[in-house]
């Protein structure tokens, strides 16, 4: 067995000799497992990449089948809630009964979806379609959340960054291969995307075999934590994370779901060349993801979020009125910003809630979800009232939530009195 979990993920040698030197060196340093948090970060890549592909092609849905701007909403509302609604659920019960193997599953219904989405012939079927990847998101975030927070060896802020970086950086290559693959060839080449979802089933079931080798996995679930604040300070605390994670997910979501639109419209741009505009963007928001977990493992969470999410606002305000090259230029500056929040939110939630990984997890990845779902819903029908271009007037407002981060706990003080 342990041969062929050398040949999947190779590991190094300190961390295969882990379980012998247990008595004599402390969990707390263990070393940090590259190769793991790679490996994920790759499947993470390869899962988001399929994710914002769907949403690269709206355009072409749009005119294909006729759709409204309320419809292009549905479409991310349903893919969003169907995630939001069961990652808390899988998480929870994964924190108490793990289950390595699920991750490659997860992936079989993103794939599923996909393929669906490729052969669907009517709006009904889109919507079932954007369910299913739904389903797979349900799955796969908050199981790959734990498999990073297990290859950490400490290093919590590190290892979510690494794990989410690949998932922004997906999310930026699915406007990319919109426009020089899907929107070329149309709606049926969706389905050469599976190659990819393919792939990380692969990689995930090798993932599975090292989860269920881990030391972690075999713990009584049974086993408590002691919380480090009172119970009211943390549902306190959680809640300003929730309204923190509404501003910034709404506001992702402006420009990840109606970007392409507001470019077309105002400058008169191709959508190969919109698409192109959002790839820059999403390429910003993977640089400042890996920015945030780092930084907020040396000065505190904390600080990381309210200056992630604050700090963005001036160039929010400023991007409804820029020409297209300035709007370039604050794009970048707004996704570097504002993403280097989530990871710090994360963990610090999970600090704020120890023992419970899946389910903090699961929770806030599919409150994201759930908030991004709704915002495309809500943003789709008052674009269809208003216009494109007031909708960014109104969403460049959200930002200034920020200021109530002032307000959360810092963990590192109650750490060091524990």
Same mark, same amino acid.
């Given at each position: 067995?342990?041969?062929?979990?050398?040949?999947?993920?190779?590991?190094?040698?300190?961390?295969?000799?882990?379980?012998?030197?247990?008595?004599?060196?402390?969990?707390?340093? @263990?070393?940090?497992?590259?190769?793991? !948090?790679?490996?994920?970060?790759?499947?993470?890549?390869?899962?988001?990449?399929?994710?914002?592909?769907?949403?690269?092609?709206?355009?072409?849905?749009?005119?294909?089948?006729?759709?409204?701007?309320?419809?292009?909403? &549905?479409?991310?509302?349903?893919?969003?809630?169907?995630?939001?609604?069961?990652?808390?659920?899988? *998480?929870?019960?994964?924190?108490?009964?793990?289950?390595?193997?699920?991750?490659?599953?997860?992936?079989?219904?993103?794939?599923?979806?996909?393929?669906?989405?490729?052969?669907?012939?009517?709006?009904?079927? &889109?919507?079932?379609?954007?369910?299913?990847?739904?389903?797979?998101?349900?799955?796969?975030?908050?199981?790959?959340?734990?498999?990073?927070?297990?290859?950490? *060896?400490?290093?919590?802020?590190?290892?979510?960054?690494?794990?989410?970086?690949?998932?922004?950086?997906?999310?930026?290559?699915?406007?990319?291969?919109?426009?020089?693959?899907?929107?070329?060839?149309?709606?049926?080449?969706?389905?050469?995307?599976?190659?990819?979802?393919?792939?990380?089933?692969?990689? &995930?079931?090798?993932?599975?075999?090292?989860?269920?080798?881990?030391?972690?996995?075999?713990?009584?679930?049974?086993?408590?934590?002691?919380?480090?604040?009172?119970?009211?300070?943390?549902?306190?605390?959680?809640?300003?994370?929730?309204?923190?994670?509404?501003?910034?997910?709404?506001?992702?979501?402006?420009?990840?779901?109606?970007?392409?639109?507001?470019?077309?419209?105002?400058?008169?741009?191709?959508?190969?060349?919109?698409?192109?505009?959002?790839?820059?963007? !999403?390429?910003?928001?993977?640089?400042?993801?890996?920015? *945030?977990?780092?930084?907020?493992?040396?000065?505190?969470?904390?600080?990381?979020?309210?200056?992630?999410?604050?700090?963005?606002?001036?160039?929010?305000?400023?991007?409804?009125?820029?020409?297209?090259?300035?709007?370039?230029? !604050?794009?970048?500056?707004?996704?570097?910003?504002?993403?280097?929040?989530?990871? @710090?939110?994360?963990?610090?939630?999970?600090?704020?809630?120890?023992?419970?990984?899946?389910?903090?997890?699961?929770?806030?990845?599919?409150?994201?979800?759930?908030?991004?779902?709704?915002?495309?819903?809500?943003?789709?029908?008052?674009?269809?009232?208003?216009?494109?271009?007031?909708?960014?007037?109104?969403?460049?407002?959200?930002?200034?939530?920020?200021?109530?981060?002032?307000?959360?706990?810092?963990?590192?003080?109650?750490?060091?009195?524990?």
């Amino acid at each position: 067995m342990q041969a062929a979990d050398q040949t999947s993920i190779p590991m190094p040698a300190a961390d295969m000799s882990s379980a012998a030197n247990k008595s004599a060196v402390p969990a707390k340093v @263990a070393a940090t497992v590259f190769p793991v !948090l790679g490996a994920i970060s790759v499947s993470h890549l390869l899962n988001d990449m399929i994710q914002s592909l769907i949403l690269a092609i709206y355009p072409m849905l749009k005119a294909d089948f006729n759709l409204s701007f309320s419809q292009i909403g &549905l479409i991310t509302l349903t893919y969003q809630i169907t995630a939001s609604l069961l990652q808390p659920i899988i *998480g929870n019960y994964t924190d108490k009964y793990p289950k390595p193997f699920s991750l490659p599953i997860g992936m079989g219904f993103t794939l599923s979806g996909l393929l669906l989405m490729s052969m669907a012939t009517s709006f009904p079927v &889109l919507l079932i379609a954007a369910s299913l990847v739904g389903c797979g998101s349900s799955i796969f975030h908050p199981e790959a959340s734990r498999v990073a927070r297990m290859a950490s *060896g400490g290093r919590h802020g590190l290892a979510q960054s690494l794990f989410q970086v690949g998932g922004n950086f997906g999310s930026s290559l699915g406007p990319l291969l919109a426009a020089w693959l899907i929107i070329p060839h149309g709606q049926h080449s969706l389905s050469w995307v599976s190659i990819a979802a393919l792939v990380a089933m692969f990689i &995930l079931f090798q993932i599975g075999r090292w989860y269920r080798d881990h030391p972690a996995t075999r713990k009584s679930h049974t086993a408590s934590v002691q919380a480090r604040l009172p119970r009211k300070k943390v549902i306190t605390a959680v809640s300003i994370l929730m309204l923190l994670v509404f501003s910034k997910y709404f506001y992702l979501t402006s420009i990840n779901s109606y970007l392409t639109f507001y470019l077309i419209s105002k400058f008169q741009l191709s959508v190969q060349d919109a698409q192109v505009h959002l790839f820059i963007f !999403l390429a910003a928001v993977a640089a400042g993801t890996v920015i *945030g977990g780092p930084v907020g493992d040396k000065i505190g969470r904390r600080a990381v979020i309210w200056v992630s999410i604050l700090g963005a606002a001036p160039f929010t305000l400023a991007l409804p009125y820029a020409n297209l090259f300035w709007s370039s230029v !604050l794009l970048v500056i707004i996704g570097v910003i504002i993403a280097s929040a989530f990871s @710090a939110i994360l963990v610090y939630a999970q600090e704020l809630i120890p023992g419970k990984v899946g389910m903090v997890a699961g929770l806030f990845f599919g409150f994201a979800f759930g908030m991004g779902g709704i915002g495309a819903a809500v943003l789709g029908v008052l674009a269809d009232k208003t216009t494109i271009a007031f909708v960014y007037q109104i969403c460049s407002f959200l930002p200034l939530l920020g200021i109530i981060a002032a307000f959360l706990p810092d963990t590192r003080v109650q750490a060091a009195q524990h």
